[in-house]
């Protein structure tokens, strides 16, 4: 059974910093690509980093190049993914989502074949 556990979330004042984590279990994980994603009220779902599966891709969306950090551990049964989140700013506030698919194309498109249940982020100015 797929699970994702998703942590790390919470308040934090603007110019902080914060470290998600996925931990995805019941597939080979190891071998998908993997990212995150965010959504605020009332706006779609955005892009915001991926990993390839021996993580030596990643890209980001342009409103956190230099902030965030994409990360994984490929352990044996459970792969986690990290997103260290630096210089958090308030426009930065959402729920964030992990998400996993063979093909990092996929993953960045928005078109993952798992995703975890989110996880909320508050930056207050």
């Known amino acids: 059974q797929v699970q994702f556990v998703e942590s790390g979330g919470g308040l934090v004042q603007a110019g902080g910093s914060l470290r998600l984590s996925c931990a995805a279990s019941?597939?080979?994980?190891?071998?998908?690509?993997m990212g995150w994603f965010r959504q605020a009220p009332g706006k779609e779902r955005e892009f915001v980093a991926a990993?390839?599966?021996?993580?030596?891709?990643?890209?980001?969306a342009d409103s956190v190049k230099g902030r965030f950090t994409i990360s994984r551990d490929n352990a044996k049964n459970t792969v986690t993914v990290y997103l260290q989140m630096n210089n958090l700013k308030p426009e930065d506030t959402a729920v964030y989502y992990c998400?996993?698919?063979?093909?990092?194309?996929?993953?960045?498109?928005?078109?993952?074949?798992?995703w975890g249940q989110g996880t909320q982020i508050t930056v207050s100015s």
């Open positions: 998400a996993a698919d063979p093909r990092i194309a996929t993953v960045i498109a928005g078109r993952s074949q798992y």
């Open positions: 990993i390839s599966w021996h993580g030596l891709i990643t890209d980001y």
């Open positions: 019941g597939r080979t994980f190891s071998s998908y690509d």
